[in-house]
């Protein structure tokens, strides 16, 4: 018989791709390295386990198992609770994770990763759409400056993870930082 688990945190593209990729930059990295172990650590002391989800792309050179860079980075413990790897930007679809959800009756999935509006709001989207409530604990994800195709205009990551929490919350997710999250589960 399948062990019920009622709640996971799936941490997202935690990986050393992304210090290989031109646009990363360090800013950021430390103070988002710090509340994702924070929140690591409280979740395991409040037994909810920790699914880590690496991103891989066949054809690429950065993304490619033949880059040897898909691996979680070195600060992310070594004793999680399962592996899944995806290869588009929904953690759920064609990587085994939304079955093995089904299995274990999950109905709450909590969100940390990299990249804030790619894999980690996509994956928040999808698993709403699944039925998941979702909580995305936005100070536990990290995305990098982006520059508008037409405009020209460069964003920082500060205004993308605003953005992310606009469009997520009330809709597909509760927003969360990394202490209101640990609150709520400690319950």
């Known amino acids: 018989m ?35 172990l924070t929140l690591l650590t409280g979740l395991k002391a409040l037994g909810i386990p920790t699914l880590q989800i690496i991103h891989v792309e066949p054809s690429s050179d950065t993304w ?6 898909n691996v979680p980075m070195d ?3 070594t004793d999680l609770d399962g592996l899944f790897e995806k290869q588009i930007h929904n953690a759920l679809t064609d990587s085994g994770l939304h079955e093995w959800l089904q299995a274990h009756n999950v109905r709450n999935v909590i969100i940390s990763g990299i990249r804030t509006e790619q894999c980690c709001e996509t994956t ?10 979702v909580d995305y604990v936005t100070e536990a994800t990290l995305t990098f400056p982006m520059t508008h ?28 930082t990394v202490e209101s999250l640990l609150e709520k589960y400690a319950k």
């Open 2 to 36: 399948t062990k019920t688990i009622e709640t996971v945190h799936l941490a997202i593209d935690i990986q050393n791709n992304f210090f290989h990729a031109p646009y990363w930059v360090e800013y950021g990295f430390e103070e988002f390295k710090s509340n994702e």
């Open 64 to 69: 490619g198992k033949q880059s040897g860079h």
């Open 75 to 77: 600060f992310m413990p």
């Open 124 to 133: 928040t989207r999808v698993a709403s759409d699944f039925g998941f409530h």
């Open 149 to 176: 195709q037409v405009s020209g205009e460069t964003y920082p990551a500060s205004d993308i993870k605003l953005k992310t929490e606009l469009v997520l919350q009330g809709r597909f997710a509760d927003i969360h």
